[in-house]
């Protein structure tokens, strides 16, 4: 990867992995590919934009901009969209507050006249310095899936009830993305 800094302002990122290409969350590339070639892929490419301080906006594919865990957004995972934070300073330096906004769009409309898929989100929280040595972080965050539902399964049985039927499991996802 590489972060070029263009001026005191902009500053542009990109890396590229191996792996997966249909893998979201996993740069691992498996050894024993029956002589095929690695895959090589742009894991992120991105503008960064720090008008102020205080102010931070990026685009493109960008790294996680949500502070998180494991348990809700994986390290591995990148965001395709653009994202603003805002970090007040305050003058003791202890206490300081976040907030991130963001919106990525997960598929493209098409036709175009239909709305497409997003994620938008906005996330607030705070970081309190205790002493050198420990910190404690929290935040709240709200992500809004626009367009994105699930549906019931027909039976998944042809008549007769022995076979599954044609239908039974053809969402437009494919079970990776049913979680």
Known sequence: GMLAKITESWSAGFRLSTG??????????????DWNKYTVLFDRAY???????????????????????????DEDLNFEGIAATLKPAFSNNT????????????KEANPPSSSGRWVRGIQGGTQWDLNLNSRLK???GYYDY??????????????????????????EYGSRLRQ
């Not at 249909?22 to 590919?33: A, E, I, K, Y």
């Not at 503008?47 to 957004?73: A, C, Q, Y």
């Not at 507050?97 to 769009?105: A, E, N, R, S, Y």
């Open 20 to 33: 997966s290409s249909t893998d979201r969350v996993s740069t691992n590339q498996s050894l024993g590919q």
């Open 138 to 140: 929290l935040g709240l």
């Open 95 to 106: 206490i300081k507050p976040f907030l991130t906004v963001g919106i990525f769009p997960l």
């Open 47 to 73: 503008l960064k934009f720090d008008p102020l301080e205080w102010l931070t906006v990026v685009g493109g594919r960008i790294p996680n901009p949500w502070f998180s865990t494991d348990l809700v957004w």
């Open 146 to 171: 626009r367009d994105i539902e699930g549906r019931i399964e027909p039976d998944n049985t042809e008549p007769g009830g022995l076979a599954p039927s044609a239908a039974y499991g053809q969402y």
